[in-house]
């Protein structure tokens, strides 16, 4: 079964940052990616970042590049999404996903609001 448990949002003003966590209860070798949506009221939900879980490799939406970055700690099976320069258009719910041969898998969400 697979459970990711994220935390880290919250409320902060525009050029602040936040650090989400998503934490896996095994080891995050078991998926192919692991990554950062987020959906804002109205909107779709986008990607954000991911990350290839073997090679290491990343990927970011152009909004958030230079801002955001996605890493992990394969002790802790985490991923994070560090949120750098934070604007109120990143305002939205995160969610962590991770993808394995069985599909996808979604965490609860997390809130973060950029206030201007």
């Known amino acids: 079964q697979v459970q990711l448990v994220e935390s880290g949002g919250g409320l902060v003003q525009a050029g602040g940052s936040l650090r989400l966590s998503c934490a896996h209860s095994?080891?995050?070798?078991?998926?192919?990616?692991m990554g950062w949506y987020r959906q804002a009221p109205g909107k779709q939900r986008e990607l954000v970042a991911l990350?290839?879980?073997?090679?290491?490799?990343?990927n970011y939406a152009d909004s958030v590049k230079g801002r955001f970055t996605i890493s992990r700690d394969n002790a802790k099976n985490t991923v994070y999404l560090q949120m750098n320069s934070l604007k109120p258009e990143d305002t939205a719910v995160y969610y962590c996903?991770?993808?394995?041969?069985?599909?996808?898998?979604w965490g609860q969400g997390t809130q973060v609001t950029v206030s201007s």
């Open positions: 990350m290839i879980i073997k090679s290491g490799s990343t």
């Open positions: 095994g080891s995050i070798f078991r998926f192919n990616a």
């Open positions: 996903n991770a993808v394995d041969g069985w599909g996808d898998h």
